[in-house]
């Protein structure tokens, strides 16, 4: 059984050298073999450059097809995959497009595994095990109200004036805050069309206290099935987001007023590359510089206004002599999925990261290996 790693970038190589490092049978793939070579040359010469018809006549069954390549990539290789009865990891959110391929998965007895990077990824272990916690709590009932958070950042470990840095192109961050968001705040949906007119303050409770700014991004609702949540529970609040540096809404108050008032169409786009560029060569991460991830999701549960179950996982990393804290994040647990798939661990079908308490036990083990600080705090001990 083969696993054909497609994609080398920052956020690929870590999870990459391990399966190599592990004795899996890996063929990497990448659109400039030369960059391959450079990351992982050391260990292996069974690289190629990227080539989706000649990896596809590659494919057995069995295999397992990572797609660590931009998202228009994962359904045509999901696809692929099917046909050759080979496996899917991929890092990203499902599209609808990869949620059609769910039938044609699992009539061929393949599992397609997303998001199982960082965010989504870690955020959705770390939600599966609070919420299972919670179900076999005796504070567990269906009366309660229950308020649901979880916030990710990428954040400088020294922070700068700009309250934030690149690791590359702020082109999508950029279009990220164009972007409306679904969540429940006070019982009711929150619809956000800018990020901005939803921040607000949050404490971490990490070894020394820290604030943030956070704000709601995407849509949140779906999740709430997806972590267990029933439709008669009392939610008052429910909501995945992103997290920043305090004082990154005044830094970036003169980003958030262009985009506010871009203009439709080419003119508005070239406007949002040439800020890209100028943002890229102002405050992207210097060569070797740390960076860090701040990631917190809580669960509460109130009876009467009072808390009777609360806990919050949090997990701070940073960049060291392993690498970047988001490279090898989100690629270590890639490389988790994906021998979980061999490992026939995972059904047939599209899905997430999974919820089956041995493998959330086994992967937040695998987590706290890579990460500086993890931990569950219960706030009523």
Not at 165 to 194: H, Q, Y
């Amino acid at each position: 059984m083969t696993i054909h790693w497609c994609g080398t970038g920052l956020s690929a190589v870590p999870g990459l050298r391990r399966l190599i490092e592990a004795g899996h049978d890996v063929h990497v793939w990448n659109r400039t073999a030369e960059k391959a070579q450079a990351a992982v040359g050391d260990l292996t010469d069974r690289i190629s450059a990227f080539d989706i018809d000649a990896l596809a006549a590659a494919l057995e069954p069995g295999d397992v097809v990572v797609s660590m390549l931009p998202g228009d990539w994962h359904v045509p290789l999901a696809e692929r995959a099917i046909a050759a009865g080979a496996g899917f990891v991929s890092s990203s959110y499902i599209s609808p497009e990869m949620r059609t391929l769910d039938s044609k998965a699992r009539a061929a007895g393949v599992a397609l595994v997303n998001e199982v990077g960082l965010d989504p990824g870690i955020d959705h272990l770390m939600a599966h095990h609070l919420v299972a916690e919670y179900r076999a709590s005796p504070a567990f009932d269906p009366e309660n109200t229950l308020s649901f958070l979880s916030y990710c950042g990428g954040i400088p470990k020294q922070a700068n004036a700009f309250r934030y840095k690149f690791s590359w192109s702020p082109l999508g961050v950029l279009k990220a805050l164009r972007s409306p968001s679904r969540s429940i705040r006070d019982f009711s949906e929150l619809r956000v069309t800018r990020p901005w007119d939803a921040i607000r303050r949050y404490d971490a409770p990490l070894p020394r206290p820290e604030s943030f700014e956070v704000y709601p991004n995407r849509d949140s609702l779906p999740f709430m099935e997806e972590y267990g949540f029933e439709p008669r529970w009392k939610v008052k609040e429910f909501v995945r987001g992103t997290l920043r540096l305090e004082g990154w809404s005044d830094a970036w108050a003169d980003i958030f007023r262009t985009i506010e008032t871009l203009p439709e169409g080419e003119e508005g786009e070239t406007i949002l590359r040439d800020l890209s560029e100028r943002l890229w060569a102002e405050n992207a991460y210097d060569e070797g510089e740390a960076d860090r991830v701040v990631l917190c999701v809580s669960l509460l549960a109130e009876k009467a206004g009072a808390p009777v179950w609360h806990k919050t996982y949090v997990m701070d990393a940073w960049g060291d002599a392993r690498g970047t804290a988001m490279g090898r994040l989100v690629s270590r647990t890639v490389a988790q999925a994906v021998e979980s798939v061999l490992a026939r661990e995972i059904p047939a079908g599209v899905s997430a990261a999974p919820s089956d308490p041995r493998l959330v036990a086994r992967w937040l083990e695998e987590i706290d290996r890579l990460a500086q600080h993890l931990e569950v705090v219960d706030f009523l001990r």
